[in-house]
T-cell receptor, first 110, second 113 residues
Framework: RKEVEQDPGPFNVPEGATVAFNCTYS??????FFWYRQDCRKEPKLLMS???SGNEDGRFTAQLNRASQYISLLIRDSKLSDSATYLC???????????FGSGTRLLVRP | DTGVSQNPRHKITKRGQNVTFRCDPI?????LYWYRQTLGQGPEFLTY????????KSRLLSDRFSAERPKGSFSTLEIQRTEQGDSAMYLC???????????FGPGTRLTVL
């Protein structure tokens, strides 16, 4: 079983739609969680951290469910520019090694 | 605009050749990381430096791989006797202000023929 699992998608949604991605992780001792965004053939870019209390940044909301060991990302009012691969990230036991999921691809169509 | 530059951006080599990649943090960053990303996968951790000290190497880093960070500034990653399976994007990252945040450079795309 992979340490971090994501639905690869693609999620194909119209502009303005709300879309949600989930991610599950296997190590219950993990303490830090992130979502990164990666455009085609570019480096991953930090989108947001995921806190136990949940956090929101504009149209993006991240949630953490420690009991079920899953992380979610909600994107409201999707824009064409949101089309990308979204990577779920868990910090490993060593507290500095990022463990990435394989990513979920989002396509936003006009 | 990233906090690290990587060179070269692309490298095509023949199997069996040695290659070296360089990562230059734009400003001083104590923590520096190397990851490898293959098509359709997320990045995988390779190694980590705290200043000039290499604190961890992944089991993915075979004996053909070596990384250095002399003087705690730039870092190099060398692959000896390249194999086709080494074809990947090699990403350098630096640690952000929050302990676990990491920010990636543009990467070096390696193709082994």
């Amino acid at each position: 079983r992979k340490e971090v699992e994501q639905d690869p998608g693609p999620f194909n949604v119209p502009e303005g739609a709300t879309v949600a991605f989930n991610c599950t992780y296997s190590n219950s001792a993990s303490q830090s969680f992130f979502w990164y965004r990666q455009d085609c053939r570019k480096e991953p870019k930090l989108l947001m951290s995921v806190y136990s209390s949940g956090n929101e940044d504009g149209r993006f909301t991240a949630q953490l469910n420690r009991a079920s060991q899953y992380i979610s990302l909600l994107i409201r009012d999707s824009k064409l520019s949101d089309s990308a691969t979204y990577l779920c990230v868990v910090v490993g036991d060593s507290s500095y090694k990022l463990i990435f999921g394989s990513g979920t691809r989002l396509l936003v169509r006009p | 605009d990233t906090g690290v530059s990587q060179n070269p951006r692309h490298k095509i080599t023949k199997r069996g050749q040695n290659v070296t990649f360089r990562c230059d943090p734009i400003s001083e960053h104590n923590r520096l990381y190397w990851y490898r990303q293959t098509l359709g996968q997320g990045p995988e951790f390779l190694t980590y430096f705290q200043n000039e000290a290499q604190l961890e190497k992944s089991r993915l880093l075979s004996d053909r791989f070596s990384a250095e960070r002399p003087k705690g500034s730039f870092s190099t990653l060398e692959i000896q006797r390249t194999e086709q399976g080494d074809s990947a994007m090699y990403l350098c990252a630096y640690g952000g202000p929050t302990y676990n945040e990491q920010f990636f450079g543009p990467g070096t795309r390696l193709t082994v023929l």
